[in-house]
């Protein structure tokens, strides 16, 4: 039973068949107790007109007059007249107890009119006493239960029709969804286009919201998809830039086999073994940037580049590691050295995202072909391990900022560091190393 009710349409269902139980239930009883009090009062008001007008036009006698209130009783579907003087003439064997405030009415000579011992009685002054009818109420309560009955029939039947009216329209109103879940499930894993706009207002925000997910997921699968390309190129680069020396170092090994006193090939094999030290320590470094967040301090950068000895243009702050920017700057001086020329300018600016570090040699400047990859893995020009810049790049993306590598009379190294993790620490105090 309660699995019944886990789906929409049926809880729907339900909720439609509840109201209008509850709207029909109530109504069918005030519409009875109504019709009752109504028929009641229309009784009373007619007994009353009936008794007036007998009063004005009847005969005199009592006989006569109990004749014609027996006939008036008969008229009304039964009942007992009466007729009120120095005790009470009945024109039933039988008749019920009359109220007293029938009798104090009739003493202070005014009509009386109300309902008593399941039936109304009417009275109007006479003379001393007075005369009336008492007429049973069974044909009013009975006109509540035929009401009653009609609605449990009739009603019972319109009932029963709204509610087939409500379950085609909730089918209608429901195709919409139906016709969301069957797009969903028609769609292959791969498909992340966006859904259609929805027939009906209401489905907008979920289809938004699917939207929405299908944007991200298809984003962080590209996303992947880069990081797998890019891992197996660095993969293969690695590989290569290793297996040269390594190629070399046995050769120079091979030669020192069989002339033992040569040094040339000894030297040979010291710079191979130099240059497979380096590329390994650049890999590591590289690993450890991107599983190690970085330890975050506040940094005054123009007195921070000014350690290094070099000209600064600027100021800046920034809310940063010094180990990683040390070597970031390390690796760029490095870089002048080996393949422009010194001295190195720094030149800071502040933007209204975080700062800028420019970096500018006094060398010839990046090889154009170069440029578009100066930051990838192993990408040089001939010398050195190409793993600088991609640990100047590295350090970037550890403070959530991003590189550059311009051309501007020399080549120029840019870092951006972001502010927002400034405003982790608004009023922390700035120094030379933080």
Same mark, same amino acid.
């Given at each position: 039973m309660a699995t019944g009710f886990r789906t929409l349409r049926a809880r729907l269902l339900l909720l439609l068949l509840l109201s209008l139980l509850l709207l029909a239930f109530p109504l069918a009883l005030l519409t009875a107790k109504e019709a009752e009090k109504a028929a *009641? &009062?229309?009784?009373?008001?007619?007994?009353?007109?009936?008794?007036?007008?007998?009063?004005?036009?009847?005969?005199?006698?009592?006989?006569?007059?109990? @004749?014609?209130?027996?006939?008036?009783?008969?008229?009304?579907? +039964?009942? =007992?007249? $009466?007729? =009120?003087?120095?005790? =009470? /003439?009945?024109?039933?064997?039988s008749p019920p107890p009359l109220p007293e405030a029938l009798f104090q009415a009739l003493g202070e000579g005014r009509p009386y009119q109300g309902v008593h011992a399941g039936g109304v009685a009417v009275a109007l002054p006479r003379g001393e006493g007075g005369f009336g009818l008492w007429v049973p109420l069974e044909g009013v309560a009975g006109l509540g239960r035929r009401l009653l009955l009609l609605w449990a029939t009739w009603g019972g039947g319109v009932l029963l029709l709204v509610f087939l009216l409500g379950v085609l329209g909730l089918r209608l109103a429901l195709r919409p969804? &139906?016709?969301?879940? /069957?797009?969903?499930?028609?769609? *292959?894993?791969?498909?992340? *286009?966006?859904?259609?706009?929805? +027939?009906?207002e209401e489905l907008r925000p979920v289809v938004e919201a699917l939207n929405r997910l299908f944007r991200e997921v298809d984003r962080l699968l590209k996303e992947l998809s880069e990081k797998e390309a890019l891992s197996r190129r660095f993969a293969q680069h690695a590989s290569h830039e290793l297996r040269t020396p390594l190629a070399a170092l046995k050769g120079h090994l091979e030669i020192l086999r069989r002339h033992p006193g040569e040094s040339r090939a000894l030297e040979g094999a010291l710079r191979a073994l130099e240059r497979m030290e380096g590329v390994l320590g650049g890999l590591l470094r590289l690993v450890?940037?991107?599983?190690?967040?970085?330890?975050?301090?506040?940094?005054?950068?123009? @007195?921070?580049?000014?350690?290094?000895?070099?000209?600064?243009? +600027?100021? +800046?702050?920034?809310? @940063?590691?010094? #180990?990683l920017l040390a070597l970031a700057v390390e690796n760029v001086l490095e870089n002048a050295r080996r393949h422009g020329a010194l001295p190195v300018r720094a030149f800071l600016e502040e933007d209204e995202g975080g700062v800028w570090? /420019?970096?500018? #040699? *006094?060398?010839?400047?990046?090889? &154009?072909?170069?440029?578009?990859?100066?930051?990838?893995? $192993? @990408?040089?020009?001939?010398?050195?391990?190409?793993?600088?810049?991609?640990? =100047?790049a590295a350090v970037a993306r550890a403070h959530g900022g991003r590189a550059v590598a311009e051309n501007r009379g020399g080549a120029l190294v840019g870092l951006h560091l972001p502010l927002g993790s400034l405003k982790e620490a608004p009023g922390a105090p700035f120094g030379e190393v933080g």
């Open positions: *009641s &009062e229309d009784l009373r008001r007619a007994l009353l007109a009936r008794l007036f007008l007998l009063k004005e036009e009847g005969p005199g006698e009592e006989e006569a007059l109990l @004749a014609e209130l027996l006939r008036l009783a008969q008229t009304f579907g +039964g009942g =007992v007249g $009466f007729v =009120v003087g120095e005790g =009470v /003439r009945y024109t039933d064997l969804l &139906e016709g969301l879940a /069957r797009e969903l499930a028609r769609r *292959s894993p791969q498909d992340l *286009s966006p859904l259609p706009p929805p +027939g009906i450890r940037l991107e599983a190690t967040p970085p330890r975050r301090v506040p940094l005054d950068l123009r @007195a921070f580049l000014e350690g290094f000895g070099l000209e600064v243009e +600027g100021e +800046g702050r920034a809310f @940063a590691d010094p #180990d570090i /420019r970096l500018l #040699d *006094s060398g010839p400047g990046f090889p &154009e072909p170069l440029l578009p990859q100066a930051f990838q893995p $192993f @990408a040089h020009g001939g010398r050195g391990t190409g793993l600088g810049l991609a640990l =100047v």
